[in-house]
């Protein structure tokens, strides 16, 4: 079930991009920043019941206030590194650079081991995002474009592991992304009138944000932190490749994008790493959990 919760948050990611094309003609960083903006706030009204019944202990400023840095800067860093080195090359580097990112900082912060298991799926997983955005829209290679997209990265894999700290603390996944998404709508403010909100003007522009606010955001990231609670980081990382997946597929769906061959095969080789890897573990004695918190059995965790 958790990485079912992962998966069908990644899902709800996905389909971020097919919203933003069909609604209103908008600035990517005024829409990143609405959404995050949004979203926060409706992550504080899902919280109140959570946040009245906390059980966990005291909140830790310092880690919820990097963690919702880290979520601004992986929403500004992916949408200006695309903006200047291409969808393509922008998605692979961000995209493929966080699940490893995030197993190695869980590796370095909490001492937690990698497993061959996580390692080739992951491989196979990011091999196929190669393959899928390699097979769409063609891309130039810009250093600070690529540099932003790795800073991308690195804020998603910085956020997945404080995150996963804060809920194996106790803290509720409600309030646990109501803090740190305020946190990081806070940062994002200013970047409004900056980037323009003149498509606030319309109801399709308000319709676009309610949706991203409140699906794949606010409904997807509770479900991202419901399944983070039980999985490792890296693990979890990993399973969010579902996102350009279903991108793609909506695209093709309802966009009329039509992915070539090597798109289709780096879509096969997406689902078939996050099969092999969300499948349960069939070692002996994976109901045993190494990392003395309980988090996940040995068997279903690429970090223990």
């Known amino acids: 079930m958790p990485k079912l919760l992962v998966i069908f948050a990644a899902v709800l990611f996905g ?16 829409v990143g920043a ?64 966080a699940p ?21 799926c992951t491989a196979l997983a990011v091999a196929g995002i190669v393959l899928l955005v390699a097979g769409g829209r063609s891309a130039s290679v ?11 990265g690195a804020g998603y894999a910085i956020y997945t592991v404080l995150a996963k700290d804060l809920l194996t603390a106790g803290h509720a996944p409600e309030d646990v992304m109501a803090r740190v998404f305020a946190t990081g709508a ?21 319709a676009m944000v309610l949706y ?25 990382a990993t399973l969010t490749l579902a996102e350009p997946l279903t991108a793609a597929a909506l ?19 997406v689902l078939a790493g996050l099969v092999a890897l969300a499948a349960p573990s069939r070692r002996p004695g994976a109901g045993i959990s190494r990392a003395g918190d309980g988090s996940a059995p040995v068997g279903c965790r690429e970090v223990v």
């Open 142 to 152: 810009d250093p600070g474009g690529v540099a932003l997209a790795l800073a991308a």
């Open 186 to 206: 806070l940062l994002l403010v200013p970047v409004l009138p900056l980037a323009g909100v003149g498509f606030l003007g319309s109801g399709s522009g308000w």
């Open 34 to 97: 609405s959404r995050i903006i949004f979203g926060a706030a409706l992550l504080w009204l899902i919280a109140g019941p959570a946040r009245r019944a906390a059980t966990g202990g005291s909140w830790p400023r310092w880690t919820v206030a990097i963690c919702g840095l880290a979520v601004a800067i992986y929403q500004l860093s992916f949408f200006v590194s695309v903006d200047r080195t291409g969808v393509a090359v922008g998605t692979v580097v961000a995209l493929g650079s």
């Open 251 to 269: 695209g093709a769906l309802i966009l009329d994008e039509r992915p070539g061959a090597l798109a289709i095969a780096g879509g096969v080789l």
């Open 212 to 236: 991203l606010a409140a699906i794949p955001t606010a409904l997807a990231y509770v479900c991202f932190a419901r399944g983070l609670r039980k999985l490792s980081a890296g693990e979890t």
């Open 15 to 30: 389909t971020t991009g097919t919203a933003q094309a069909l609604g209103p003609d908008a600035s990517p960083l005024a």
């Open 100 to 120: 490893a990112l995030a197993g190695l900082l869980a590796r370095v912060l909490r001492g937690e081991a990698l497993t061959g298991r996580w390692m080739a």
